[in-house]
């Protein structure tokens, strides 16, 4: 079992940038895939990034590939989400979550979220 706590969420302009962080406990975060996910108010659930256990695979969804950057420090048990140029399209609550691999359906634990607001 992995416990999720995300932070570095709040409200930023268009073309800023944010930073989201995601602490894990629990001794299988080194082994787990990890994940960023979001769902904007009335909308479903929607694959933002992950990545391997060891850092060396990472996926992202389409709607942010090369702006949003996924990266991991297995010491700190701390998966990270680099946001830039960010849009009102992204304005969402994000999730980070645990999974068997980088496919977005293989995720099986998941925080409370944080949410992101950009305005335009």
């Known amino acids: 079992q992995v416990q999720l706590v995300e932070s570095g969420g709040g409200l930023v302009q268009a073309g800023g940038s944010l930073r989201l962080s995601c602490v894990a406990s629990g001794r299988t975060f080194s082994s787990s895939a990890m994940g960023w996910f979001r769902q904007a108010r009335g909308k479903e659930r929607e694959f933002v990034a992950s990545i391997n256990w060891s850092g060396g695979i990472t996926n992202y969804g389409s709607s942010v590939k090369g702006r949003f950057s996924i990266s991991r420090d297995n010491a700190k048990n701390t998966v990270y989400l680099q946001m830039n140029s960010l849009e009102p399209e992204d304005t969402a609550v994000y999730y980070c979550?645990?999974?068997?691999?980088?496919?977005?359906?293989?995720?099986?634990?998941w925080g409370q979220g944080t949410q992101v607001t950009v305005s335009s």
């Open positions: 979550a645990a999974g068997f691999t980088t496919v977005p359906t293989d995720f099986f634990s």
